[in-house]
Every structure is written in structure tokens, then in C-alpha cells.
């Protein structure tokens, strides 16, 4: 690790500077693709052809202020002719327009959608540079001056930011925050005006989360009601209050989802008609006019995320976990996504598609995260930061899908989160409690009951009942693998098919499929919401509106006692075949939806399989105790009427199909009890869990998520898989032994030869050398700070030529007879992370992990040998996995 000298005056400053300037950031090529940084790499030659690939080229200006006039030529643009936007040489409204090369999020328009992207104007006083953190002192005063803070920062933009699908550098972003947060602390202590800004500074995050909390409850609140009534908008309408759902305009009769008959207040559609509610004539049209609601919010969906927000289609927690890994993908948790992905969820749910709300639920609050990040420059401004607060908003996400906020939490920390401290944890903990409070104040469920299942049994379990739950298990592994390998093919299928080509045409398709073939069966009519609240009740006696609960009752005596036997009545037998058939359908009309152009998440299908199963296998075991009571396992335990509860199979089920399909296991159990309010029951759940990761990890090594992610080619080196094999950093860098490596020797170089080399190859970065002949290495160079320090140079400096050299060292060579030289030491790294040819992979993959790299030099008794980059890691990781390694397209 580079150490960052604290300095307590700007002459102190600018010597430290080769160190400051360890931590530049990693460019992107500029003709668009992406390649290993200073490797010889191939480029991407399917990189565009990739769904996520950017459209147009962002263009930006360097300028790079010198510190040592003697040291260094000086390239910073003050003010020209064209730069001045409007007022005098005194006017405080003066400044200078730039485009920068990276837009935030949140002020970047689709391209997709034909639209022009924003452009950011900065705003700089004519006679005063500004630095970053400008609230806390001008380093000019002979305060305090470090990389990210003083004015070299503003004076170079897109320094500390990155270009649009690139990884970040963990390293330099971290120390960055540390050198901002000491010049904070050390500015306290001159003024209580400085005290006060510190301690904002200090607080600044829990009032991010606390803003993300409350507006993540407030959208899910919105997308809640909106999803609710537009589905019962498919059934009926209420005249006396349009805007009510069914629920709320039948409240006072206290209506069953199967009791349509007692509530008079509610219309269905051939009541609007004027025909009667039952018969085959009202049958036709409240099946034509479900399959129509049905398309026109599936059309609406699908054209509002094709125009608006490509990137609001699917679950979105796949790309979540790569950009909490350190990708950047602009305009992925922008405006445009969050507004089209929560109006879209709405339509795709009411639509009856196969999906669920709560995977949309974490992209949306990871909107708001990144939206209101922007609004503190200590998260805005910087990437590694900005993930604490995303991964608290993903929490929030959690939380409010499922009103379980401490499931969330551990969400965020067990499937999502790449990087999650301590404080992060805290805040996530914060956020979670905020969201669910405020969405608890808007009861969009309801009842009384701030979960969404809610059990009301309590009834003990047995330790015979271990053997089904574990069971459970095993089949929830088993049909969560089944449905991530149907899942996949297809997707890949429409890939790389003609069908990709149609999205909106292939939604259209699936809606109408999916009503026609849902709309007879009353359990697949209904919404999944409310079939998995029928699965998990308990059955009552007097409970006569739900066909799995027709049982005869009968009383028969054992010894002194008297017990209550049941019979499943013809009305269970036949719903347990329609539970099949929607078992059947709805597995495969998953596979089919997950991964198309609407938002569509991934939980409640995954729940509603699990619970039909569960509620089958409940039904069996609970006539098996009943038909052979005098068991040895069930000795002294049947006293008790109702002993065996089908509804907490169905609980454990779900959480067993959930387990199989994303590998939960200490979240998922935490959020299954959460959901269902059954504490008692965490024992079951666990074993189900554990059984269903064991089998699914058996069956196949990949989730559902991380199997999305390497179908997309997205960077994401998982840090829960080992690295178990012998290989060497010989074995992986660019290029090998018997190849060139292109680098940049530090002063024998010219300007043309320079530009040469960045054109001839397509690298991010190039090392930096003694010589040709004796390379030593000096320091690593990144290829964009190149491109735009040289075209600043010829622009602005007089005497700067093609012939020109390039120097990377602190001296001029005596001998100069040539024009005059251009410095660039203060853009070299000279403390970059380097390995030995014979380190183990082990040991990089472990050092890309951990600490966040994005590339590391390669040495041989101080000779520079090559490079290894992030993609290399990854291509050699799956190369040894016996996998295809050109699936990587990015860096």
C-alpha cells in the first residue's frame, strides 16, 4: 500500500505529489472498447454487441495545474477567450463550461431512447480556485493539500471519477476519503465555524440513509397500492370509489379472495354490462376482459422500458452486486431507471405475469441511494463511498418488499454487498428501520399486520417432522437448480437468437399465453400475493371459503381420551390437483418471464412454488398422523387435534425453493420468519435451508444472480469461492515471455512516438520504464491522463511539438537541443501494487479481491516482465474451471 504523506503546506504538498498521484484513475480506451490496462490484451470485439454497451462517446479537457514552476511545464487552462461564460473579469457569475467525461447517474438521459444527455456546467470563480472540499479551507492559506482536495482536483476533470463500464480502484478511492477525512479533523480545531462543518461532514451519512429510508418506503408504498388496484382492475371495478381496490371496497363485508358473492359495493365486468355475475355468458367476457387489462400493462410496460429505461428491465439485483463489487454502469441507477422501473413494476405485476415485485424493490431503493448520494459530495464524488450508501439502500430494498428489515440488512450483507465495514452495517440497520416504518404508516396491505404473510398458528413441532422438512429441502434444491439451468438456456437462447431482437413483441406474447392458459384455474387467476397467504393459513373449522380446508371432522375415542379425526372432503382432493397443474404451469411460465424487457422479479414465483409443494406434502403428512396415530414416533404427541399444521410445510417449502433458486440460507431464514411473524419455526427453516443449498450447490455451483452475472460477461470475482489451483503470475500476465510489452520509457520518448503507441495499441495504462534496455520500473501511467495532458499541452503551451520529449522524471537531460520537453511525472504512478513472476495465483486473486485492484505489475528481480488485469484474473479463473474465458467482455 502507498503511504500518503500529510503535509502541512502547499510547497510540502507538491513534493508528496508523486505519491498523491499513486491513485489516478483507470481510463477507458477512446475509441470505446475496453481492454487489459497495459497488458497485451486483445480488445472486445463483442463488447458492443453487448446489451449494456454504451451508444455515444463522452468527450472531457485535462488541465493539470503545476505546484513546482521549476519542475514542471505548466498545461492548466486559466481563462481563454472562449471559456468565459458571461461577466467581467470581477463577476462572480464567470466561469469556465467544460464537458466532463463522467455524468452522475442521476443527470444522464438514455441514449437508448434517442434523448441527448445532459451536460454538467462547472461554475469556477475567475480569480479564485475553488478545491472539492472548499467548505473545509483553501490549501492556498498553507493549509492542508492532498490528491482529491485541492484545486488540481477541480482543475482536472474526471479525476477521481471513471469511465462508463469500467471497475473502480477500491485503493485509491479509500485513501482519497482518509486524506479528505484527516484535513476535516485537522481543520476543526481553528474555528467552531469548522467544528460545525465537521461534525455535517460527520453526520452526513446517516442523513443519506435516513432520506434514502424514508423515500424507499414511500415509492414501495405507491408501487403497492398501484399493483394492487391495477390487478383487481382486471376483475372489476368499484363504482362508488373507482380508485379503491377490492379489498378496500369490500372491507366492511370482510370478503374472501373466493367469496365474491357478499360484497354488493363491487362490479365485476359483466356486471358494468348489465348481465349477471355467474353463467357462461358473464364467464366469456371476464375472461376476454382479463386477458385485455393483462396485454395493454404488459404493452405499457414493455414500450415504457424499450423508449425510457432499457436498463429497468429484469430484477436488476445481478448488475446491483456487480456495481457493489466496483463496476460502474452509468445511467443504471439513474432518474429514468428509478421512475419507469417503479411505474413498469406496477404494470408488469398487474399484468399477472409470473413475477414478483421484490428484486425490482432493491433496484428502485438503490436508485434512490445513488440519487440522493449526489446531494454530499463525500458519497457523490466518490465511488467506493457511494457503495456504502447503495449498499443500505439495498437493505431498505429488502425491507420494504417484505417488511422484514433485519432480513434486509442481512440481505444486503450475505447476497448483495462486496464491501460492507461495520459503519455499514449500522447505517444499512438505520436505513431498513426507517423504510419499513414509513411504509408500516402508509398500510399498503391492508390489515393490521405489517408482514405480508402473517401465520396465526403457533403450534409446536415435532421431532419426527424434521424428516419431511429436510425433505422439503432436498426438493427445493432440486427444483431451484432445475429452474436456474431452463432459465439460462433460455436466456441465452434469446441472446443470441433473432428473439432478442422483439422484446416488446416476446412480452406481448407471454401475457397472452399466460392469461389464457391462467384465468380457469382459480389459483393461478388469483394473485400470487394472495395464494401463498392461502397456502401458509391454518385451516379453522367453521372456515368453509377456502377448498383446502373441506375436511369431515369426527370424533373418535382412544382409551380416556377423545380426539378429532379429518378426512380430506372431495374439496381438498381436487384443489391438491389444481395445486399441481399450477405447480407445472407457473415453473414453467417463470422460466419463460424472468429475464425478459419488464421488470420482473424473482421471490414471489420462487415463494408460491415452495408453498405448493409444502401445502402438498403438509396435506400427506398430516393424514399419515392421522391414519396411524399409535406410530412409535407419534406416541403421546396426538393428543392434540391439530398437531400436524399443512400451512407450515408450505412456510418451509417456500423458504426451500427460495434457498435452492438464490442460495440464501442465513438471510433467507431470517426474512421467512420476518414475513410470516412464525418465530417459532426458525429451527425448520434452517433445516430446510441448509438441505436446499447443500443439494443445489451439489447439483450446481451458481445461484440464479451470480449465474446472470457471468451470462452478461460482467467483472464480479466472487470472494466467497477458494482459488484451488497451482498456476503462477507467470502463467497469467500479458504478454507472455516470448512477446513485446508496449511501455513508455521515462525519458526518451518523443510526444509523436507517444501518440504512436496510443494508437497503434488499445491498453488503459502502460508502465513506465528506465529504457529500452534496462526496464526498471519506474511507475505506471494511465492512458487517458496520457491522451489528455498531451492534447492540453499542444493546445495550450507554445514550444510543445511531436519532437518534444516525454519525461517522467524530475530532471531535464543536460543535453536538450531539441524543442522543449514536456514533464508529466506529476500524472505518473510511481507506487503501483506489483507481484513477482513466481507469486502464486492464490495469492493475486486473493490481492484483487480483498483489496480491490484493477491491475498489478508483474516483476522479476525488479525488471518489468508484464501485467495482470482484472479480466485476466477472470478469464484464467474460469479457463480452470473448464469454462468458456471469452465470456469476460469487460475490465
Not at 279 to 292: A, D, F, K, M
Not at 544 to 558: A, Q
Not at 800 to 808: A, D, G, M
Request: proline share 5%; net charge neutral.
Amino acid at each position: 500500500m502507498e503511504k500518503f504523506p500529510l503535509k502541512g503546506s502547499r510547497e510540502a504538498a507538491a513534493e508528496g505529489n508523486s505519491y498523491i498521484t499513486a491513485y489516478q484513475t483507470v481510463m477507458k480506451k477512446s475509441n470505446g472498447h475496453t481492454s487489459s490496462a497495459g497488458a497485451e490484451g486483445e480488445g472486445d470485439a463483442n463488447y458492443h454487441d453487448h446489451p449494456l454497451a454504451p451508444h455515444t462517446k463522452l468527450t472531457t479537457s485535462l488541465t493539470a495545474p503545476a505546484t513546482d514552476d521549476e519542475d514542471m511545464i505548466d498545461i492548466t487552462p486559466r481563462s481563454s477567450p472562449g471559456d468565459v461564460i458571461g461577466g467581467g473579469g470581477g463577476s462572480s457569475s464567470g466561469g469556465y463550461h467544460r464537458e466532463t467525461a463522467t455524468e452522475s447517474d442521476t443527470e444522464r438521459d438514455f441514449e437508448h431512447a434517442g434523448n441527448h444527455h445532459n451536460q454538467r456546467t462547472m461554475h469556477y470563480h475567475l480569480h479564485q480556485h475553488v478545491p472539492t472540499h472548499s467548505a473545509f479551507g483553501d490549501p492556498m492559506d498553507g493549509a492542508l493539500s492532498f490528491y482529491g482536495s485541492s484545486d488540481v482536483q477541480d482543475d482536472i476533470p474526471g479525476i477521481g471519477q471513471y469511465e462508463d463500464f469500467h471497475t473502480i480502484d477500491w485503493q485509491r478511492d479509500i485513501a482519497r476519503d482518509r486524506m479528505r477525512h484527516r484535513y476535516i479533523v485537522k481543520k476543526r480545531q481553528d474555528s467552531v465555524w469548522d467544528l460545525i462543518k465537521g461534525s455535517i461532514d460527520a453526520g452526513s451519512g446517516w442523513l443519506c440513509v435516513l432520506l434514502v429510508g424514508i423515500a424507499a418506503g414511500c415509492v414501495a408504498g405507491m408501487v403497492d397500492i398501484g399493483a394492487s388496484w391495477m390487478s383487481d382492475l382486471k376483475h372489476g371495478i368499484c363504482p362508488p370509489a373507482f380508485w379503491f381496490n377490492r379489498e378496500q371496497c369490500c372491507y366492511p363485508a370482510k370478503q374472501s379472495v373466493f367469496e365474491e358473492g357478499n360484497c354488493s359495493t363491487w362490479k365485476t365486468w359483466p356486471e358494468i354490462f348489465g348481465l349477471s355475475r355467474n353463467g357462461t355468458g358473464p364467464y366469456i367476457i371476464s375472461y376476454i376482459w382479463y386477458v385485455l387489462w393483462a396485454l395493454l400493462f404488459a404493452s405499457l410496460s414493455a414500450s415504457l422500458v424499450r423508449m425510457f429505461a432499457p436498463y429497468a428491465c429484469g430484477s436488476g439485483i445481478p448488475e446491483i452486486k456487480t456495481i457493489l463489487s466496483g463496476f460502474i454502469i452509468r445511467g443504471y441507477l439513474g432518474k429514468w431507471t428509478l421512475l419507469i422501473k417503479s411505474v413498469g413494476l406496477m404494470l408488469s405485476v398487474s399484468a399477472g405475469l409470473t413475477l414478483g415485485k421484490e428484486g425490482p424493490m432493491v433496484h428502485i431503493a438503490s436508485c434512490i441511494g445513488n440519487i440522493f448520494s449526489h446531494l454530499f459530495p463525500k458519497y457523490g464524488r466518490n465511488e467506493a463511498k457511494k457503495r456504502e450508501i447503495l449498499s443500505a439502500a439495498a437493505a431498505a430494498g429488502v425491507s420494504v418488499a417484505f417488511g422484514a428489515p433485519i432480513g434486509g440488512v442481512l440481505f444486503s450483507l450475505e447476497e448483495v454487498s462486496y464491501y460492507f465495514p461495520l459503519k455499514t452495517l449500522w447505517r444499512s440497520f438505520f436505513c431498513a428501520l426507517i423504510a419499513a416504518f414509513v411504509l408500516r404508516s402508509l398500510t399498503p396491505f391492508g390489515n393490521e399486520h405489517s408482514v405480508l404473510f402473517f401465520v396465526e398458528y403457533n403450534k409446536p413441532w415435532i421431532f419426527f417432522e424434521l424428516i419431511p422438512f429436510v425433505f422439503l429441502g432436498i426438493m427445493g434444491g432440486v427444483i431451484g437448480t432445475f429452474f436456474i439451468k431452463a432459465n439460462l438456456w433460455w436466456c441465452r437462447y434469446r441472446k443470441f437468437s433473432k428473439l432478442g431482437q422483439y422484446p416488446v413483441m416476446e412480452v406481448l406474447f407471454v401475457t397472452l399465453v399466460t392469461g389464457i392458459i391462467c384465468y380457469p384455474n382459480p389459483f393461478t387467476r388469483m394473485n400470487m400475493n394472495e395464494l401463498i397467504f392461502l397456502l401458509v393459513s391454518k385451516c379453522s373449522p367453521g372456515d368453509v371459503t377456502n377448498p383446502l380446508c373441506e375436511y369431515k371432522r369426527m370424533n373418535i375415542t382412544m382409551g380416556n381420551s377423545v380426539i378429532e379425526v379429518t378426512e380430506p372432503g372431495p374439496g381438498v382432493y381436487s384443489s391438491i390437483w389444481l395445486l399441481m397443474l399450477t405447480f407445472i404451469l407457473k415453473l414453467a411460465l417463470t422460466i419463460f418471464t424472468f429475464g425478459m424487457k419488464v421488470p420482473a422479479g424473482l421471490f414471489i414465483p420462487s415463494l408460491l412454488l415452495g408453498a405448493i409443494m409444502g401445502r402438498i406434502v403438509g396435506i400427506g403428512v398430516e393424514q399419515f398422523a392421522y391414519s396411524y396415530p399409535n406410530i412409535w414416533f407419534f406416541t403421546g404427541e396426538c393428543a392434540d387435534s391439530n398437531l400436524i399444521t399443512p400451512g407450515l410445510y408450505a412456510v418451509v417449502g417456500a423458504a426451500a425453493v427460495l434457498g435452492g433458486v438464490t442460495r440464501m440460507t442465513v438471510s433467507l431464514v431470517v426474512i421467512m420468519f420476518e414475513l410470516t411473524g412464525g418465530v417459532r419455526y426458525i429451527v425448520p427453516l434452517m433445516a430446510a435451508a441448509m438441505a436446499s443449498k447443500w443439494v443445489g450447490d451439489a447439483l450446481g455451483r451458481q445461484g440464479i444472480y451470480d449465474a446472470h452475472i457471468a451470462l452478461n460477461g460482467y467483472p464480479f470475482l466472487d470472494s466467497k469461492e477458494e482459488f484451488a489451483h497451482t498456476t503462477l503470475a507467470a502463467d497469467v500476465m500479458q504478454p507472455k515471455r516470448n512477446e513485446t510489452l508496449n511501455v513508455i520509457t521515462q525519458d526518451s520518448m518523443t510526444v509523436d512516438d507517444v501518440e504512436n503507441l496510443l494508437k497503434e495499441t488499445e491498453h488503459n495504462g502502460y508502465p513506465v520504464v528506465v529504457s529500452r534496455e534496462n526496464q526498471y520500473l519506474v511507475g505506471f501511467v494511465l492512458r487517458r491522463d496520457l491522451n489528455l495532458a498531451i492534447g492540453n499541452a499542444k493546445r495550450l503551451i507554445e514550444g510543445i511539438s511531436s519532437s518534444s520529449i516525454v519525461l517522467f522524471t524530475s530532471t531535464t537531460p543536460t543535453q536538450n537541443l531539441g524543442p522543449q520537453p514536456l514533464k508529466l511525472k506529476k500524472i505518473l504512478d510511481m507506487a503501483p501494487i506489483t507481484v513477482t513472476d513466481q507469486t502464486p495465483m492464490e495469492t493475486v486473486v486473493d490481492m484483487f479481491r480483498k483489496l480491490g485492484l484493477r491491475q498489478t505489475l508483474v516483476t522479476h528481480n525488479g525488471r518489468l516482465l508484464g501485467v495482470i488485469t482484472k479480466k485476466d484474473v477472470l478469464r484464467h479463473v474460469k479457463q480452470m474451471d473448464n469454462e468458456d474465458p471469452n465470456t469476460v467482455l469487460f475490465n
